[in-house]
């Protein structure tokens, strides 16, 4: 059975940091493509960022380039995300995501992506 399980989520303040981790299984991990995506309140979906195979980032998007990092340890089947300068907006539920195999729709399309983790709260607020 395929799982993702996202933790590091929580409460930080404004221009603090946090590192969110997802834990794979199920599936050969280190041969996909994955993806971070958030839902902030009120917002639709948002791909944040996504990392290739052999661990080279493909994508960042403008709202977080300079502040986040995406990166994976494939022989421990875990993908992360390494958040910095941390703002109220950066407020969302984070998902790991495996992006299906020649989707060429957008990022942010639910329908891109055929496993999720059950997602991570990230409150960023003083």
């Known amino acids: 059975q395929v799982q993702l399980v996202e933790s590091g989520g929580g409460l930080v303040q404004p221009g603090g940091s946090l590192r969110l981790s997802c834990a794979a299984s199920?599936?050969?991990?280190?041969?996909?493509?994955m993806t971070w995506v958030r839902r902030a309140p009120g917002k639709g979906l948002e791909r944040v960022s996504e990392i290739n195979s052999g661990g080279g980032p493909i994508y960042y998007a403008d709202s977080v380039k300079g502040r986040f990092t995406i990166s994976r340890d494939n022989a421990k089947n875990t993908l992360y995300l390494q958040m910095n300068s941390l703002k109220p907006e950066d407020t969302a539920v984070y998902y790991c995501a495996k992006p299906r195999v020649r989707w060429y729709g957008s990022g942010s399309d639910q329908a891109r992506y055929d496993y999720w983790g059950q997602g991570t709260q990230v409150t960023v607020s003083s």
């Open positions: 199920g599936f050969t991990f280190s041969s996909y493509t």
